[in-house]
């Protein structure tokens, strides 16, 4: 998986609590990602981040935040989580952004909400 | 309309067989067109990219692109079972700050 890692890779939770989700990176990749994908809907941007401490919204970001403090870590946080957010959760990374932007996936995060 | 349209399948074809998949996208400022594969449980991997019109050839794999029709095609020739995953066509736009949208994937059946 390129040298990217997700955890938790699956976790459980509750209405109203909030999550934190972690992508960890080997490549020194200047660009990561956060999807989320549910049946139906193929991978949608929650956020994504293109240098340290600089990031930016995506298409389904209501609900989460990120935060990235180093080059090798994407934090995804689900401020209070719902029902709605129960998702498999995609990390990704690439090293430019240009029309060759080849992005690379980590492993996932099953998200479960109850 | 959704912005990147691929059929949900399954698309059956034997082995051997050559099988064709294809993606139609609504935004004609679309750049690079991007072809992944996905199997069950898995996160999608990087099969090619094509950004030219015309064809653009990697193993058994070659990818199609006419963007007067605003389609793109990913061609699997010789296929094996192994190649049964669903595939997830990606679209990349620039003044979107050059992010990936992606469609839901076409799912790819190899019988044996």
């Known amino acids: 998986d390129a040298g990217i890692t997700q955890s938790p890779r699956h976790k459980v939770t509750e209405t109203g609590t909030p999550v934190t989700l972690r992508c960890h990176q080997t490549e020194n990749h200047r660009y990561m990602y956060w999807y989320r994908q549910d049946p139906g809907h193929g991978l949608r941007l929650i956020h994504y981040s293109y240098g340290v401490k600089d990031t930016d919204k995506g298409e389904v970001s209501d609900g989460y935040s990120v935060s990235r403090s180093k080059t090798e870590d994407f934090l995804l946080t689900l401020e209070s989580a719902t029902s709605s957010q129960t998702s498999v959760y995609f990390c990704a990374i690439s090293e430019t952004s240009g029309a060759n932007n080849e992005q690379f996936f980590g492993p996932g995060t099953r998200l479960t909400v109850l | 309309q959704k912005e990147v349209e691929q059929n949900s399948g399954p698309l059956s074809v034997p082995e051997g067989a050559i099988a064709s998949l294809n993606c139609t996208y609504s935004?004609?400022?679309?750049?690079?067109f991007f072809w992944y594969r996905q199997y069950s449980g898995k996160s999608p991997e990087l099969i090619m990219f094509i950004y030219s019109n015309g064809d653009k050839e990697d193993g058994r794999f070659t990818a199609q692109l006419n963007k007067a029709s605003q389609y793109v095609s990913l061609l699997i020739r010789d296929s094996q079972p192994s190649d049964s995953a669903t595939y997830l066509c990606a679209v990349l736009r620039w003044e979107y700050g050059n992010k990936l949208v992606f469609g839901a994937g076409t799912i790819l059946r190899v019988k044996s």
């Open positions: 935004d004609r400022g679309s750049q690079s």
